[in-house]
């Protein structure tokens, strides 16, 4: 659901207020409760991603994946040892 801006034309009250996009538009200031709020037309804001599954997480360069690599290998020595060949094919010996 999308967050809309209104203004009152009589006191000058700014707000923003989450509603459906289907909701009629609110008519009346929340402030001064004259029947003079108007919704203001905007960009809107853009979409920001968050979390793991986007580029920041999964388009890493080679080089920092190498390096992501090294840590976690050296990081905790009880994991069972793979299966002989890094990531480049090069055996790990």
């Known amino acids: 659901?999308?967050?809309?801006?209104?203004?009152?034309?009589?006191?000058?009250?700014?707000?923003?207020i989450f509603q459906s996009m289907s909701e009629n538009a609110k008519r009346t200031c929340t402030k001064c409760k004259a029947k003079k709020f108007k919704r203001l037309i905007g960009t809107g804001a853009g979409v920001i991603?968050?979390?793991?599954?986007?580029?920041?997480?999964?388009y890493r360069s080679d080089s920092y994946k190498a390096e992501a690599k090294k840590?976690?290998?050296?990081?905790?020595?009880?994991?069972?040892?793979?299966?002989g060949s890094g990531p480049d094919g090069a055996s790990d010996d």
């Open 49 to 58: 991603f968050k979390g793991s599954g986007f580029y920041q997480t999964d």
């Open 71 to 83: 840590d976690t290998d050296s990081g905790d020595s009880s994991e069972s040892p793979t299966s």
């Open 1 to 16: 659901m999308p967050t809309y801006d209104y203004v009152c034309e009589a006191c000058g009250h700014r707000e923003e």
